[in-house]
């Protein structure tokens, strides 16, 4: 099941196990519908082991599929590709999620800003820390 399999990858990643978490990325890319979940776990997995490029070619993959977080992980992923100047442009003209989109997008876009430098993102940071202050992702966000 895909979405038993996003919240595998997701907790595997959270205890920083990549490699365990990269082994059950694949039913997540052989649904034939991959949900925004399922893209972000499976391009996180790859960024958070290390291999950037694997990120690239899941995102080119899965990109009609992430919707909302579609902007937020092509910075993710150029950044980790050494890019972060051109992906901080274009996070520039992206508007921050506001409090009513999902909690998905909101940490997704935190772990963007911080990652491409961006002045927004300490900020922004503090504000879904009050808000969520044992959230695993911003924690990720805030090392």
Known sequence: QPSYAARAVRLKRYQDQADAA????RPLLDSKLVTPRAAAEAVLAFLDAGR???????????????????????????????????????????????????????????????????RRAKAYQSELGRRFPNHPEIKLAAR
């Open 22 to 25: 990269l082994e059950r990325v």
């Open 52 to 118: 950037a490029t694997a990120a690239a070619s899941t995102l080119s993959q899965v990109s009609d599929n992430a919707g909302a977080l579609a902007p937020w992980l092509t910075a993710l992923v150029e950044a980790a590709r050494g890019q972060a100047k051109p992906a901080a442009k274009a996070l520039a003209q992206q508007a921050l999620p506001s409090k009513s989109e999902p909690l998905l997008v909101q940490t997704i876009a935190l772990r963007s800003l911080v990652a491409v430098k961006d």
